[in-house]
Every structure is written in C-alpha cells, then in structure tokens.
C-alpha cells in the first residue's frame, strides 16, 4: 500500500504524486514529480518559480532527495536558472559519483543534462526584495550598494517572516519502498550563498525502508546543527515511537543554542505509513513561522487528508 506525508505547501504535487504511486511508480519517481509542481506554482513563494530571492535580488534554490531502499541521495545547492533543482538532484544522484553540488557546479551539471532553464525571479518578489532593502538599509549603504558589506543587512533578515519557507514530501509506494525530497528558495533575502537544510541530509531529510522517514522545515540552521531528520530515524532505530522520536528531536532542538530561534516542523513517517508531525514556534512577530497543518495520503481513500501539526512552543 502506498501512503504520501506533505507540508502546507504542497497541494500543486498531490494529484500527480498519487496517480503515479497508484499506477505502481516509485516514490522516488513520485516525490520529484510532485515536487516540480511546487516548484513550477508562482503562488507558493519560498520554492522555484516565484521564491524570494537572496540579499543580492538572485534567487539561489536548495534541494533534495533520498531512495530509502539504498540510501541514494542527490542535492543541489545555492544553483540559480533553472526551474527544477529537484531533478537536477536527482539526475546528479543517478549519473555522478557525487551526493551533493553547489553554485557552479550545480549549474555546469544542470546545463550538461539540458535542464529546464528558469530566472525564478518574479516581479512580486522583486518589488518586496526592494522594499526590504528600503526599509533596512541605511543611508549609506543605500548609496554605496551593491558596494557594502552584507554583514550588517543579513543580521537584520533573522526575523520568522523570512527565516522560513520548504516543501517536503515523504512517500512509500507499493513495493515498500520509502523516499523522501525537500526543495526551497531558502530564507528570504538570505547571504548569498547560504545552505538551508534542504541539501543537507541527514538534516532537512532522511530516509531508510527498515523504519521510515523523515523531513524539516522552518529554520535550517537549527536542524543542521542537530542532524534532525536522521536523528528522527535513529530513535525509531532505538524503538521509540513514532511521536517519542519526533518529541526528543525537538528537545535536542531546544538545545541548540541560538541568538534567534525561527520556527521548525518536523515531518515523520514510519515504515507501515503511520504518521506524526510536530511544530515549534517562537512568539517573535506573532507570525505562524511553522506549518500549523500538513497534507496525509493513506493509500486508500480518495482525498488527501488536511491536518492539524501537534504544536509546541519552544
Ligand atoms: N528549511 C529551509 C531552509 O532553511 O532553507
């Protein structure tokens, strides 16, 4: 039996996702495809096409993907022009040697595979580029830029407004096997250059058939430095349950020490298709800095199913 476990954001892939895992596709081949979507879906403003672009107005994508049944896993980051990074990662993991590219290299990779070419950059996120700038900038970095230093500006961006923003999808199809993928434009306005946790697996995603999988959005800074994802698998390695797993990633979360601590969910699936997502959410800004619901797929019935993250406050 098959089974899909997706962020907030996610509703553009549902339909393909789940009429390739019923017609016997690979989850692997199911999560990109329904990833694309998202990343094709102007109206989701964090991923591909229409994503906020970095401190410089270049809009710069993460993403990745891992097959459960062998633990492939190929990741793109920092890659800017193309519409589709998570086939660029997936292509990476099938034909290099390699598990993860970034800036140039993701790019010379993309155009050796002939990827879709995209600038991603839309006239909505261009015009609140430059609002933030206006508002954040001082005179003189106003007048010298682009010719400033980005330190001062970048510290100004750790705010639950921008430190945010992901797909996820986790998904088991009819053989068993279980895969998971995550593509993003990363934190708004971020430093050029910047990794989220998308690429980094391990942190932003995981998966291993023996027990399940696991992914993160929200503030990647936070689940880098804790190896979230993995350590969500690990735990169900060690027999806890799926919640107790998620719950102690959270609390090794909460150890992780930090001037400004954004949102993080964790999205968790075992290998029977059981699922459990858990929220941590600062106050700063009153903004739902992290997915208060997600999207659940049984394989079964018709409808995907809205529900409710078990929230936490850090
Ligand atoms: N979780 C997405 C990021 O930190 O870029």
């Keep these: 039996m098959a089974f899909l476990l997706t962020n907030s954001v996610a509703v553009a892939g549902h339909e393909k996702t789940i009429k390739l895992l019923n017609e016997g596709a690979s989850s692997l081949d199911a999560i990109e495809s329904g990833i694309r979507l998202v990343e094709s879906d102007p109206e989701v403003r964090w991923v591909g096409f229409g994503g906020l672009p970095n401190m410089l107005g270049k809009v710069q994508l993460d993403a990745g993907i ?16 193309y519409a589709h990074p998570i086939s660029v990662a997936r292509r990476m993991m099938d034909e290099l040697p390699h598990v993860l590219l970034v800036g140039e290299g993701a790019e010379r990779f ?9 600038d991603n950059l839309t006239d909505i996120s261009v015009a609140e580029w430059k609002e933030w700038l206006d ?3 001082n005179e003189s970095e106003k007048k010298n830029w682009p010719d400033i230093s980005l330190i001062r500006p970048s510290q100004l961006t750790a705010t639950n407004k921008t430190a945010k923003g992901t797909t996820v999808f986790l998904a088991i199809d009819n053989n068993g096997n279980i895969s998971a993928g995550s593509s993003t434009s990363g934190w708004s306005f971020k430093y050029p250059g910047r990794l989220g ?3 980094a697996i391990g942190s ?7 027990y399940g999988a ?3 959005t929200g503030m990647g800074e936070l689940t880098i430095r804790s190896n979230t994802a993995h350590s969500v698998i690990l735990y169900l390695k060690m027999k806890m349950s799926l919640k107790e797993a998620c719950l102690e990633a959270l609390n090794d979360l909460r150890n992780v020490q930090t001037d400004f601590r954004g949102g ?4 968790a699936m075992d290998k029977n298709g059981e699922y459990c997502v858990v929220s941590a959410r600062s106050e700063q800004d009153g903004l739902p800095e992290c997915d208060p619901y997600f999207w659940y797929w049984n394989g079964v019935d018709p409808s995907v199913k809205k529900i409710n993250a078990d929230m936490h406050e850090w």
Excluded at 66 to 81: F, K, L, Q
Excluded at 264 to 267: A, D, H
């Design 66 to 81: 891992i097959d459960g049944s062998n633990m492939h896993a190929g990741a793109v980051g920092a890659i800017s022009g």
């Design 110 to 118: 993309a155009h050796d595979i002939n990827a879709e070419r995209s």
């Design 135 to 137: 508002e954040h900038l």
């Design 197 to 199: 946790d998308s690429p």
């Design 204 to 210: 932003g995603i995981y998966a291993d058939n023996r």
């Design 214 to 216: 696991a992914a993160c």
């Design 264 to 267: 993080v969910s964790i999205y």
